[in-house]
């Protein structure tokens, strides 16, 4: 419908790189709806034209130059920058429903259904999940609501400290009032949650429909509706939540292989491997495009084996950087290189 969209927001070339990413998954997967991208007023001039080649409608909110409403909270509120920049997509009053997604979001099948469920719909934050996680929810535009969230902001701040704390104090009823404003975790699977429940990811991978149901029908007696709705083989979104971002890596196309100096396990390695696919094939192309002979950081290492992408630690070295808690996740220390070092030890 073209009265709904898809939106996010990018506030830097980083960040911009991601929404490209974002608005390519979505298109990829057939959306019929609007792409619309927020962009601050530093994201470069390329950048902003390959947003445009992607998204169908690219606009520029800056609040500090801003004479409206958000410039007053913003006197009163400056520690609120970039969470006042996200209010804006409740201004998009020309589109009747919108789905906002965090520009490090992937998605990984069509996720139109979400335009059937109303304001404000999220999924729980792994973190505490009394509390929604703002990296994906449905809302609808309004200028009377985003002057009640400017209000909400400067008389009572964020909890947090950004947009989430904020939305989660001004929608405060999420966790109680209505279950059809719980999306499935599938809508918005933190890559750090993976981690914490391994078996509720695997699932799916593991196990059938119908081995699920016949598995439960053997132990209670009940004829249960399919689960593998629920869990990590049918994810629909990954949010590459923590300060790892995709790309804060370096990626060798042809190895197909990261490196990186990565202090934290904060993306599956399938999904890692999934953003830069559509990066490097689709995103790295319009870029060069864009830059023409300007030299510019793709962030891809074209022609070189992985192991030149960075020096090799000693085994001193590497058992160091394991007791502080930086394995190398991505390379030599990933699961696939251990357990293949195990195998070999029993054979």
Not at 211 to 232: D, F, H, I, K, W
């Given at each position: 419908?073209?009265d709904q969209?898809?939106?996010?927001?990018?506030?830097?070339?980083?960040?911009?790189?991601?929404?490209?990413?974002?608005?390519?998954?979505?298109?990829?997967?057939?959306?019929?709806?609007?792409?619309?991208?927020?962009?601050?007023?530093?994201?470069?001039?390329p950048?902003?034209c390959?947003?445009?080649?992607i998204?169908?409608?690219?606009?520029?909110?800056?609040?500090?130059d801003?004479?409206?409403?958000?410039?007053?909270?913003?006197?009163?509120?400056?520690?609120?920058?970039?969470?006042?920049?996200?209010?804006?997509?409740?201004t998009?009053?020309?589109?009747?429903?919108?789905?906002f997604m965090?520009?490090?979001?992937?998605?990984?099948?069509?996720?139109d259904?979400?335009?059937?469920?109303?304001?404000?719909?999220?999924?729980?934050d792994?973190?505490?999940?009394?509390?929604?996680?703002?990296?994906?929810?449905?809302?609808?535009p309004?200028?009377?609501?985003?002057?009640k969230?400017?209000?909400?902001?400067?008389?009572?701040?964020?909890?947090?400290?950004?947009?989430?704390?904020?939305?989660?104090?001004?929608?405060?009823?999420?966790?109680?009032?209505?279950?059809?404003?719980?999306?499935?975790?599938?809508?918005?699977?933190?890559?750090?949650?993976?981690?914490t429940?391994?078996?509720?990811?695997?699932?799916?991978?593991?196990?059938?429909d119908?081995?699920?149901?016949?598995?439960?029908?053997l132990?209670?007696?009940?004829?249960?509706?399919?689960?593998?709705?629920?869990?990590?083989?049918?994810?629909?979104?990954?949010?590459?939540?923590g300060?790892?971002?995709?790309?804060?890596?370096?990626?060798?196309?042809?190895?197909?292989?990261?490196?990186?100096?990565?202090?934290?396990a904060?993306?599956?390695?399938?999904?890692?491997?999934?953003?830069?696919?559509l990066?490097?094939?689709?995103?790295?192309?319009?870029?060069r495009?864009?830059?023409?002979?300007?030299p510019?950081?793709?962030?891809?290492?074209?022609?070189?084996?992985?192991?030149?992408?960075?020096?090799?630690?000693?085994?001193?070295?590497?058992?160091?950087?394991?007791?502080?808690?930086?394995?190398?996740?991505?390379?030599?220390?990933?699961?696939?290189?251990?357990?293949?070092?195990?195998?070999?030890?029993?054979?």
């Amino acid at each position: 419908m073209a009265d709904q969209a898809f939106v996010t927001l990018a506030t830097n070339d980083s960040y911009a790189r991601g929404a490209m990413v974002l608005g390519k998954s979505l298109r990829n997967h057939n959306t019929s709806k609007k792409l619309v991208a927020l962009i601050g007023p530093h994201v470069s001039e390329p950048c902003q034209c390959v947003l445009k080649r992607i998204y169908d409608e690219v606009r520029v909110v800056n609040v500090l130059d801003s004479g409206d409403t958000a410039h007053l909270a913003m006197m009163k509120r400056p520690d609120l920058g970039v969470t006042f920049t996200k209010l804006h997509c409740w201004t998009l009053t020309h589109y009747s429903k919108c789905v906002f997604m965090d520009a490090d979001t992937l998605v990984l099948s069509n996720i139109d259904e979400l335009f059937e469920r109303e304001e404000l719909s999220a999924a729980p934050d792994p973190g505490w999940p009394d509390c929604f996680n703002s990296g994906v929810f449905v809302f609808r535009p309004s200028n009377e609501t985003y002057g009640k969230l400017l209000q909400y902001c400067t008389e009572h701040g964020s909890f947090d400290g950004g947009d989430q704390g904020v939305l989660n104090g001004f929608f405060n009823t999420w966790a109680t009032a209505d279950i059809t404003k719980h999306l499935p975790f599938i809508y918005n699977l933190s890559s750090i949650a993976i981690y914490t429940y391994l078996p509720a990811f695997k699932q799916a991978e593991n196990m059938s429909d119908f081995e699920t149901m016949t598995l439960s029908y053997l132990e209670t007696g009940n004829q249960p509706a399919p689960t593998a709705e629920r869990y990590g083989g049918n994810a629909k979104v990954v949010h590459f939540l923590g300060k790892t971002k995709p790309w804060s890596y370096t990626f060798d196309p042809k190895a197909r292989q990261f490196s990186g100096s990565v202090h934290e396990a904060s993306a599956h390695p399938t999904f890692l491997l999934d953003w830069w696919t559509l990066y490097s094939s689709v995103v790295v192309p319009l870029l060069r495009e864009q830059y023409g002979d300007q030299p510019f950081d793709s962030g891809c290492v074209e022609g070189e084996s992985s192991s030149s992408l960075g020096p090799q630690l000693s085994s001193e070295e590497r058992k160091q950087k394991w007791e502080q808690g930086q394995a190398d996740y991505m390379g030599q220390d990933s699961f696939d290189n251990i357990k293949r070092k195990l195998d070999s030890f029993l054979k």
